[in-house]
């Protein structure tokens, strides 16, 4: 059996884990609050420097850098890769302590603990283990811990830039240890609805921009979704849109002459931006044909993520599998709405899957914790699937 003497330290594991969740890393795009990912990277860079793993800084963004563990394997020229992403999301509205943690009936609390310092302590603590082997592993391992996956992926495209000699890759995100072969992507862009400017006591003389943009999202909101219903995932089921935020007029008594929403359209394997905004295009060129004083106009998207689709049966897919099946005893392949890392890997032609600890339920949420028991299982199947020689397809 892969993996039989691979032995994970739990309590050492705990400590690793409880220490990255006290270090602020929340994204500096969210705030003031944000420190960023430079103290959490250099934590990440002496843990690798300690246990005598080679190392790589990339400078991705000022203050802001990559950090590659490398651990030689029988075949030294293919790597397996995992990463886990160093930011977490704001600490505005917790009802906990964002950077204490606490240990609970067998949680433990606190910014990131679920998503996704969990995941990187378990990889951490796999690749350790590996490391301690009397045999090398198959194949190199390269463990990467990204930044900016919160914002804009710009850790995972840099690394991805660099077209990495990888077999296959394992993202960590919290999963419930299921293994993801499919998520969804998303497309992000404004729409505009334009009027004229008058004096509140006399309507009539303005074009309400306001009211233009209520009468377009009823109709976006009548129109796309039998649409989208039309054209279901079997793992996904069908692409969603989201009005995110609405924004208009210059004072009360002023008839406005201008509105602005901000759309979140979740992508399906396959779709393409152009295509997607071609739809919204038609319908705001029926409605101005419907209206002589309808005037709209469309953004460039500020945010384009393709989707994930890696077959169940890859070999990375079916090592994860045979690793979950051993540790677990059970295993569940299936596809999440929401995107990560593994997309940018895919697009760059390296099977990808996502893995890891934690519901994504507690992913984001202002009382954020973990499961100890799955923390020390991730660590347990991640350290099987680095010494599976399957993952090439080869084995």
Request: charged share 25%; glycine share 8%; hydrophobic share 40%.
């Amino acid at each position: 059996m892969v993996g039989r003497n691979i032995e994970i330290d739990r309590a050492e594991l705990l400590d690793l884990l409880a220490k990255l969740i006290s270090i602020n890393s929340v994204n500096p795009v969210f705030g003031p609050e944000g420190a960023g990912e430079g103290e959490i990277g250099l934590f990440v860079a002496e843990y690798f420097k300690k246990n005598k793993i080679p190392l790589e800084r990339q400078e991705v963004l000022p203050g802001r850098f990559n950090v590659i563990g490398k651990w030689k394997g029988k075949i030294q020229e293919r790597c397996l890769v995992f990463d886990a992403h160093l930011d977490t999301v704001s600490i505005q509205g917790m009802e906990i302590a964002p950077f204490k943690p606490e240990i609970r009936n067998n949680r433990i609390y606190g910014r990131g603990s679920c998503d996704v310092k969990s995941g990187l302590a378990a990889m951490l603590m796999a690749l350790r283990a590996i490391s301690r082997m009397d045999a090398p592993p198959p194949y190199s391992i390269w463990l990467l811990a990204s930044i900016d996956e919160e914002h804009s992926f710009q850790g995972i495209r840099h690394f991805a830039a660099q077209a990495p000699p990888a077999l296959s890759a394992v993202i960590a995100e919290p999963t419930s240890l299921d293994i993801i072969v499919s998520h969804k992507g998303i497309l992000r862009w404004a729409i505009r609805t334009l009027g004229r400017q008058a004096h509140s006591s006399k309507p009539r003389l303005g074009i309400n921009a306001i009211s233009k943009m209520a009468h377009l999202i009823r109709v976006l909101e009548e129109r796309l979704p039998p649409l989208y219903s039309a054209r279901r995932h079997p793992l996904l089921g069908p692409a969603t849109f989201t009005v995110g935020m609405i924004s208009g007029g210059i004072q009360v008594n002023l008839v406005p002459d201008r509105c602005e929403i901000q759309i979140d359209r979740r992508t399906l394997p396959g779709e393409t931006a152009e295509k997607i905004l071609a739809e919204f295009e038609t319908i705001l060129k029926d409605l101005a044909a419907e209206d002589s004083d309808f005037r709209s106009e469309m953004g460039a998207p500020v945010l384009e993520d393709s989707a994930l689709e890696t077959s169940a049966d890859s070999s990375i897919a079916c090592c994860a599998r045979k690793a979950c099946q051993e540790v677990l005893g059970l295993c569940e392949v299936v596809g999440v709405p929401y995107g990560t890392n593994a997309s940018k890997l895919s697009g760059i032609g390296i099977p990808s899957i996502v893995l890891g600890p934690g519901n994504i339920d507690q992913a984001h949420a202002s009382v954020e914790f973990v499961e100890l028991d799955q923390v020390g299982k991730a660590a347990e199947i991640y350290a099987r699937i680095m010494m599976n020689p399957a993952v090439s397809g080869w084995g």
